[in-house]
Protein backbone atom coordinates (compact mmCIF):
# COMPACT_ATOMS: atom_id res chain seq x y z
CA UNK A 1 0.00 0.00 0.00
CA UNK A 2 1.82 3.26 -1.19
CA UNK A 3 2.11 6.10 1.79
CA UNK A 4 0.38 8.91 1.71
CA UNK A 5 1.46 12.43 2.36
CA UNK A 6 0.83 13.94 5.26
CA UNK A 7 -1.27 17.80 5.14
CA UNK A 8 -0.05 18.45 8.71
CA UNK A 9 1.95 22.10 8.75
CA UNK A 10 3.86 21.12 11.89
CA UNK A 11 7.56 21.49 11.39
CA UNK A 12 9.49 18.45 10.53
CA UNK A 13 13.13 19.46 12.24
CA UNK A 14 16.48 17.94 11.17
CA UNK A 15 19.08 17.00 13.61
CA UNK A 16 22.86 16.12 11.88
CA UNK A 17 24.69 13.89 13.69
CA UNK A 18 28.09 12.23 13.29
CA UNK A 19 29.30 14.11 10.85
CA UNK A 20 32.92 14.03 9.22
CA UNK A 21 34.82 17.66 9.38
CA UNK A 22 37.68 18.42 6.22
CA UNK A 23 39.69 21.40 7.56
CA UNK A 24 41.53 23.59 4.98
CA UNK A 25 43.56 26.76 5.64
CA UNK A 26 45.39 28.36 3.08
CA UNK A 27 49.24 28.92 4.01
CA UNK A 28 51.23 30.31 0.77
CA UNK A 29 53.72 31.89 2.31
CA UNK A 30 55.74 28.84 3.10
CA UNK A 31 55.75 26.90 -0.37
CA UNK A 32 58.82 28.30 -1.85
CA UNK A 33 60.38 27.59 1.06
CA UNK A 34 59.19 23.73 1.63
CA UNK A 35 59.41 23.02 -1.67
CA UNK A 36 63.40 24.34 -1.99
CA UNK A 37 63.61 21.60 1.10
CA UNK A 38 61.78 18.88 -0.77
CA UNK A 39 63.69 19.65 -4.12
CA UNK A 40 66.58 16.89 -2.63
CA UNK A 41 63.87 14.43 -1.35
CA UNK A 42 62.09 14.18 -4.87
CA UNK A 43 65.69 13.86 -6.22
CA UNK A 44 66.22 10.78 -4.52
CA UNK A 45 62.89 9.29 -5.41
CA UNK A 46 63.86 9.90 -8.96
CA UNK A 47 67.32 8.36 -8.21
CA UNK A 48 65.92 5.44 -5.99
CA UNK A 49 63.13 4.34 -8.67
CA UNK A 50 65.78 5.07 -11.58
CA UNK A 51 66.30 1.01 -11.70
CA UNK A 52 62.44 0.46 -11.53
CA UNK A 53 61.96 2.46 -14.59
CA UNK A 54 65.03 0.77 -16.59
CA UNK A 55 63.23 -2.45 -15.78
CA UNK A 56 59.98 -0.91 -17.09
CA UNK A 57 62.09 0.11 -20.25
CA UNK A 58 63.11 -3.28 -20.84
CA UNK A 59 59.89 -4.93 -20.58
CA UNK A 60 58.05 -2.11 -22.50
CA UNK A 61 60.88 -2.27 -24.96
CA UNK A 62 62.03 1.04 -27.48
CA UNK A 63 58.34 2.01 -29.19
CA UNK A 64 56.51 1.52 -26.32
CA UNK A 65 58.70 3.35 -23.87
CA UNK A 66 58.92 6.36 -25.43
CA UNK A 67 55.44 6.42 -25.61
CA UNK A 68 54.62 5.15 -21.98
CA UNK A 69 57.79 6.21 -20.42
CA UNK A 70 57.17 6.82 -16.28
CA UNK A 71 53.25 7.39 -17.08
CA UNK A 72 51.34 6.55 -14.29
CA UNK A 73 54.55 6.26 -11.82
CA UNK A 74 54.71 8.42 -7.77
CA UNK A 75 57.80 9.16 -7.17
CA UNK A 76 57.48 8.87 -3.26
CA UNK A 77 60.26 10.44 -0.75
CA UNK A 78 61.38 8.36 3.18
CA UNK A 79 59.93 9.77 6.25
CA UNK A 80 61.05 13.96 6.16
CA UNK A 81 59.61 14.89 9.69
CA UNK A 82 62.53 15.33 11.39
CA UNK A 83 64.06 17.91 8.62
CA UNK A 84 64.90 20.35 10.97
CA UNK A 85 64.20 22.82 8.03
CA UNK A 86 60.87 21.89 8.32
CA UNK A 87 60.61 22.03 12.24
CA UNK A 88 58.29 25.26 11.83
CA UNK A 89 56.24 23.52 9.45
CA UNK A 90 55.75 20.24 11.69
CA UNK A 91 55.13 22.51 14.74
CA UNK A 92 52.41 24.10 12.83
CA UNK A 93 50.62 21.01 11.29
CA UNK A 94 51.50 19.09 15.23
CA UNK A 95 49.54 21.86 17.22
CA UNK A 96 46.63 22.61 14.23
CA UNK A 97 45.75 18.79 14.47
CA UNK A 98 45.61 18.94 17.77
CA UNK A 99 43.50 21.96 17.57
CA UNK A 100 41.36 19.70 15.05
CA UNK A 101 40.75 16.89 17.31
CA UNK A 102 40.44 18.88 20.46
CA UNK A 103 37.63 20.81 18.74
CA UNK A 104 35.45 17.71 17.62
CA UNK A 105 35.31 16.81 21.67
CA UNK A 106 38.19 14.37 22.36
CA UNK A 107 39.95 14.96 25.80
CA UNK A 108 43.40 14.70 24.81
CA UNK A 109 45.07 15.78 28.39
CA UNK A 110 46.53 12.47 28.34
CA UNK A 111 47.52 12.01 24.74
CA UNK A 112 50.60 13.56 22.80
CA UNK A 113 50.64 13.59 18.62
CA UNK A 114 52.94 12.35 16.98
CA UNK A 115 53.84 11.90 12.90
CA UNK A 116 53.28 8.37 12.19
CA UNK A 117 54.02 9.18 8.47
CA UNK A 118 54.94 11.86 6.74
CA UNK A 119 56.44 11.80 2.87
CA UNK A 120 56.49 13.93 -0.36
CA UNK A 121 55.83 12.54 -3.51
CA UNK A 122 55.34 13.93 -7.02
CA UNK A 123 53.67 12.70 -9.72
CA UNK A 124 55.27 11.62 -13.07
CA UNK A 125 55.35 14.50 -15.66
CA UNK A 126 54.18 12.21 -18.40
CA UNK A 127 50.75 11.92 -16.82
CA UNK A 128 48.70 8.93 -15.47
CA UNK A 129 49.56 9.64 -11.84
CA UNK A 130 46.94 8.64 -9.45
CA UNK A 131 46.08 6.54 -5.89
CA UNK A 132 43.21 4.51 -5.99
CA UNK A 133 40.63 4.95 -2.58
CA UNK A 134 42.33 3.90 0.57
CA UNK A 135 42.66 4.57 4.56
CA UNK A 136 45.69 4.86 6.62
CA UNK A 137 45.29 2.78 9.48
CA UNK A 138 46.27 2.75 12.99
CA UNK A 139 45.98 6.80 12.44
CA UNK A 140 43.87 9.63 14.07
CA UNK A 141 44.62 12.57 11.48
CA UNK A 142 45.58 12.38 7.93
CA UNK A 143 46.76 15.74 6.30
CA UNK A 144 47.78 17.20 2.78
CA UNK A 145 49.86 20.25 1.84
CA UNK A 146 50.16 21.33 -1.52
CA UNK A 147 53.10 22.60 -3.29
CA UNK A 148 53.10 22.48 -6.81
CA UNK A 149 49.64 21.86 -8.41
CA UNK A 150 46.69 24.13 -10.47
CA UNK A 151 42.98 23.47 -11.94
CA UNK A 152 45.12 20.67 -14.66
CA UNK A 153 46.41 18.50 -12.30
CA UNK A 154 45.39 15.52 -10.01
CA UNK A 155 42.76 16.45 -6.93
CA UNK A 156 42.09 14.73 -3.50
CA UNK A 157 38.72 12.66 -3.17
CA UNK A 158 36.92 12.03 -0.06
CA UNK A 159 34.35 9.42 0.66
CA UNK A 160 31.46 8.88 2.45
CA UNK A 161 33.02 6.20 5.66
CA UNK A 162 29.87 4.96 6.80
CA UNK A 163 29.13 1.71 5.20
CA UNK A 164 25.77 1.70 6.14
CA UNK A 165 24.48 4.22 4.26
CA UNK A 166 27.19 3.50 1.08
CA UNK A 167 25.19 0.30 1.51
CA UNK A 168 21.54 2.19 1.33
CA UNK A 169 22.24 4.61 -1.40
CA UNK A 170 19.88 6.13 -3.56
CA UNK A 171 20.05 7.61 -6.92
CA UNK A 172 21.02 11.34 -6.40
CA UNK A 173 18.95 13.47 -7.74
CA UNK A 174 22.16 15.74 -9.04
CA UNK A 175 25.45 14.82 -8.34
CA UNK A 176 26.85 18.42 -8.87
CA UNK A 177 25.12 19.58 -5.21
CA UNK A 178 26.57 18.59 -2.10
CA UNK A 179 23.70 17.06 -0.31
CA UNK A 180 23.11 14.52 2.62
CA UNK A 181 22.99 12.18 0.14
CA UNK A 182 26.38 12.96 -1.73
CA UNK A 183 28.54 9.81 -1.88
CA UNK A 184 32.09 11.88 -2.60
CA UNK A 185 33.20 14.84 -2.59
CA UNK A 186 36.78 16.96 -3.68
CA UNK A 187 38.99 19.51 -3.78
CA UNK A 188 40.79 21.33 -6.10
CA UNK A 189 43.89 22.36 -3.81
CA UNK A 190 45.79 25.46 -4.93
CA UNK A 191 50.07 26.05 -3.52
CA UNK A 192 49.69 26.58 -0.25
CA UNK A 193 47.12 24.75 0.72
CA UNK A 194 46.67 22.71 3.77
CA UNK A 195 43.74 19.97 3.90
CA UNK A 196 43.50 17.74 6.98
CA UNK A 197 40.70 14.86 8.33
CA UNK A 198 40.24 12.06 10.25
CA UNK A 199 42.60 9.27 9.68
CA UNK A 200 38.95 7.23 8.87
CA UNK A 201 38.11 8.98 6.13
CA UNK A 202 38.37 7.36 2.75
CA UNK A 203 40.49 9.44 -0.38
CA UNK A 204 41.73 9.02 -3.35
CA UNK A 205 43.70 10.86 -6.29
CA UNK A 206 42.10 11.65 -9.33
CA UNK A 207 44.12 10.53 -12.57
CA UNK A 208 46.91 13.45 -12.77
CA UNK A 209 46.59 14.58 -16.65
CA UNK A 210 50.24 15.09 -17.09
CA UNK A 211 49.59 19.15 -18.04
CA UNK A 212 51.41 20.75 -14.60
CA UNK A 213 53.56 19.51 -12.10
CA UNK A 214 51.89 18.01 -9.40
CA UNK A 215 53.55 17.55 -5.63
CA UNK A 216 52.57 17.37 -2.37
CA UNK A 217 53.50 16.42 1.35
CA UNK A 218 50.88 13.81 2.86
CA UNK A 219 51.38 13.15 6.52
CA UNK A 220 49.43 11.00 9.60
CA UNK A 221 49.32 11.82 12.82
CA UNK A 222 48.51 9.51 15.65
CA UNK A 223 47.41 10.66 19.30
CA UNK A 224 49.63 8.28 21.89
CA UNK A 225 48.67 8.15 25.52
CA UNK A 226 51.31 9.71 27.43
CA UNK A 227 51.47 6.30 29.99
CA UNK A 228 52.99 4.15 26.79
CA UNK A 229 55.63 7.13 26.40
CA UNK A 230 56.71 7.37 29.61
CA UNK A 231 56.72 3.73 29.75
CA UNK A 232 58.64 3.21 26.72
CA UNK A 233 60.85 5.77 28.24
CA UNK A 234 61.65 4.16 31.34
CA UNK A 235 62.49 0.86 29.29
Not at 115 to 140: A, L, P, R
Not at 167 to 195: C, F, I, R, W
Not at 205 to 221: A, C, K, Q, T
Amino acid sequence: MALVKSTQKNQLNTDLYFSTPVWTIEIPEWVDHVNKVCDKYIKEAYERDKPKMDERKKWLGRDYWKKAKDHGWSYHSGPIQADPDLKEFWDYVGQTSWNCMDSQGFKLDDYTMFFTECWVQEFSKNGGGHHNSHIHWDNHISGFYYLKCSEYTSFPVFHDPRPGAMMTKLPQKNKSDVTLATEAVHYKPKPGTLVLAPAYLVHEYSMDPGLEPFRFIHFNVQAVRNMIIEGVKNL
